[in-house]
Every structure is written in structure tokens, then in C-alpha cells.
């Protein structure tokens, strides 16, 4: 299965700083637990935002369930009048109204404010694609406030199309997205193609050959391999770099570098992970279809 780099690296610094608060509590004795140590492993500008937006009923919830396994419809009721944050380890998934309803003015409003503090928005739609009210609300974030590059756009409900999520489906459906997506590329915006009903599915076959085909046809791995590229490409693990360098500068000022101490190579072998990592995703993405 493909890892969402994002959360991984974020939970491997939580436990580092888990490790080194061990280490100082340890040694006591020699005044360390007095020494200072970051609250947290988040930027400092707070969690690394990951914001939903789209369609009103595209499935945004079911996609946030199957990309983290936090189900927001508990809570349901407030979630569709409002956005609501949902803590991801030290990241936060951000489920916004849907848009452009007509039924409540104000949950534009709402989206748009998330929007603001996103470092990945996803754009979910259906099958059907764009119509006239949600194209336009995907041109003015993408283009007149020049948000495409912070942009997955994603086509959920792909079982209710007519040959399911083929490559064939999926070329006759990007085709038309690319009307309203000009001037960006299906490639631009890492598109992917969901049938989460399928995922779901496949955590509870117990068939290994039935499990490889739901598994393929739910899109999963195309997703995560498609974000793990967004996050390279447009430096969003720098985010997550940041506060481990907070870290081990919380070390080596006081105590300097030491060899004796595990949580110096620790630190120094994630830098590094995720120094591999930036070089290596983008080429990811070049080498893998989206369709």
C-alpha cells in the first residue's frame, strides 16, 4: 500500500520529540528535563492544512475517511453548516460545505476562509464533472486567485459511470474537464480518479483476487501516489522539515553534538528520508499516468 508521505513524516517527528523527552527525562539528573524542547512538532504557523472543497454531496467526507480513517459523519449535523477541523496527527483535514448550493449563502463564505490557510486543497467533484455554477467556482479559486497550484482536483463516484473507473472512462471524462480547467492540464492538478465505495469495500473481502481488483478500481493508490507528488513538488514537506530542525538545534545548542545520543542520528537519518524524498517524488509523478 502507498503511504501518504505527509502524515508519515509528520507522526516521525512526533515520536522523535516523544523519544527526546524521554531521553531528558531520563537524565535528570543532569538538568535536562529544565532544558527547552518544542511544544509540538507543527510549524509555527500551526498544522500543515489540508482543505476540502467542491461539490455539495461529492463525497468529500467518504475521501477524507479513506485517505486518514477519520469519519466525519460523526457529527454530521454541524458538519453541513459549517467547516469543521478534524485533528490528523499533527496535521488537520479541513471538510468545508459544499458549494455554490443556493441553500446557504454563507457556507461560500465559510469554504473560502479555510481556503485561505490551505497548504493542499483538494477539489472534489462527481463523475458528471463540472456544471455551470461549480466550474465557475473552480475557475475563480484556480485562476482568478491563482490557487491552481495548490490544487488536486479530484473526480469521486466513479462507480456510477457507464465502464466504471477504466482508463477509458477516466480519458473520456478528463477530456471534458479540460473545457473549464484551461489554462491548466489534467497534470498541473495531479487529477485523480475515486470510487471509494469500491475502497470500502475492500477492507472487508476477505478474497485476495476480488481484494487486488477493488482495490485497483478504487484509485487509492493513483491518489496517494498523486499527493505524496503535490507535497514534493510544492515544497510542502519543508513544512514538516522545519520544526525537526527546531528540534535538534533544542539539542546541540545545550549539549552539543554528541555521538552517544540515538535521537541525533534519528533526527539526522529523517532529515535525510526526507531529503530522498523531495528528489524522488516528482520523478514519481512524471513516470505515472494520472489517467
Given at each position: 500500500?502507498?503511504?501518504?508521505?505527509?502524515?508519515?513524516?509528520?507522526?516521525?517527528?512526533?515520536?522523535?520529540?516523544?523519544?527526546?523527552?524521554?531521553?531528558?527525562?531520563?537524565?535528570?539528573?543532569?538538568?535536562?528535563?529544565?532544558?527547552?524542547?518544542?511544544?509540538t512538532m507543527k510549524p509555527a504557523d500551526g498544522a500543515v492544512k489540508l482543505v476540502f472543497v467542491g461539490q455539495y454531496s461529492a463525497g468529500k467526507s467518504s475521501i477524507i475517511k479513506m485517505l486518514s480513517g477519520i469519519d466525519t459523519e460523526i457529527g454530521a449535523g454541524i458538519k453541513t453548516q459549517t467547516a469543521h477541523a478534524y485533528t490528523w496527527g499533527d496535521l488537520e483535514i479541513v471538510d468545508t460545505p459544499?458549494?455554490?448550493?443556493?441553500?446557504?449563502?454563507?457556507?461560500?463564505?465559510?469554504?473560502?476562509?479555510?481556503?485561505?490557510?490551505?497548504?493542499?486543497?483538494?477539489?472534489?467533484?462527481?463523475?458528471?464533472?463540472?456544471d455551470d455554477r461549480i466550474g465557475k467556482h473552480f475557475r475563480k479559486l484556480a485562476i482568478e486567485q491563482d490557487r491552481g497550484k495548490n490544487m488536486v482536483l479530484v473526480v469521486n463516484k466513479m462507480d456510477r459511470t457507464a465502464l466504471g473507473n477504466v482508463p477509458e472512462q477516466r480519458e473520456v471524462i478528463a477530456a471534458d474537464l479540460q473545457k473549464v480547467i484551461t489554462p491548466f492540464t489534467p497534470q498541473d492538478l495531479f487529477l485523480s480518479f475515486l470510487d471509494t465505495e469500491s475502497y470500502f469495500a475492500w477492507q472487508d473481502e476477505t478474497d485476495d483476487e476480488m481484494r487486488a481488483l477493488l482495490l485497483e478500481q478504487s484509485g487509492f493508490e493513483n491518489f496517494v501516489a498523486n499527493l505524496n507528488s503535490f507535497v514534493a513538488s510544492r515544497g510542502v514537506l519543508s513544512k514538516v522539515q522545519a520544526p525537526l530542525e527546531t528540534l535538534k538545534s533544542s539539542i546541540t545548542d545545550v549539549i552539543g553534538e554528541s555521538e552517544d545520543l540515538s535521537i541525533d542520528r534519528d533526527i539526522e537519518a529523517a532529515e535525510e528520508l526526507l531529503r530522498r524524498k523531495q528528489k524522488t517524488l516528482p520523478i514519481m509523478r512524471c513516470e505515472s499516468p494520472l489517467l
Open positions: 500500500m502507498t503511504n501518504f508521505q505527509l502524515e508519515e513524516f509528520a507522526a516521525r517527528g512526533g515520536k522523535l520529540l516523544t523519544a527526546t523527552r524521554k531521553i531528558f527525562s531520563d537524565n535528570a539528573d543532569l538538568g535536562w528535563t529544565f532544558l527547552p524542547l518544542p511544544e459544499g458549494i455554490h448550493t443556493e441553500l446557504r449563502p454563507d457556507h461560500d463564505e465559510k469554504s473560502y476562509d479555510e481556503i485561505n490557510h490551505a497548504a493542499l486543497l483538494i477539489f472534489v467533484v462527481t463523475n458528471e464533472g463540472f
